[in-house]
């Protein structure tokens, strides 16, 4: 059983920045990170894939201004996140699935990952 729990969201103004951690108990193969703003379907943000190739993935709004990276020496996943906007206000999800993907299923799509954390808040102003 994977277990997820996040922390770093805050508020913060145009053009600042946060981290958001991500504790997990089990690193499961893809880690990723999600983002849901009020009265707005759920979207991937990031993803990495924690063994072979490390591979990462990004939404095309965040490449550039967001990176995930992995700690494991402390089972916590990261994403630095950059010149924020208030676009990017919303619940911030970490999520993982441990069961491999195949190549045409996206690493960015919620229905793909079968454990979610809690969510921490994430309120950029203008």
């Known amino acids: 059983q994977v277990q997820l729990v996040e922390s770093g969201g805050g508020s913060v103004q145009a053009g600042g920045s946060l981290r958001l951690s991500c504790a997990y108990t089990y690193k499961a193969i893809y880690m990723a990170w999600f983002r849901q703003a009020p009265g707005q379907e759920r979207e991937g943000v990031a993803c990495?894939?924690?063994?072979?190739?490390?591979?990462?993935y990004y939404a095309d709004s965040v490449k550039g201004r967001f990176t995930i990276s992995l700690d494991n020496a402390k089972n916590t996943v990261y994403l630095q996140m950059s010149n924020l906007s208030p676009e990017d206000t919303g619940m911030y999800y970490c999520?993982?699935?441990?069961?491999?993907?195949?190549?045409?299923?996206?690493?960015?799509?919620?229905?793909?990952?079968?454990?979610w954390g809690q969510g921490t808040q994430v309120t950029v102003s203008s």
């Open positions: 990495i894939v924690t063994g072979g190739s490390g591979n990462t």
């Open positions: 999520a993982a699935q441990n069961a491999v993907m195949s190549r045409a299923q996206s690493r960015l799509v919620d229905t793909n990952y079968n454990y």
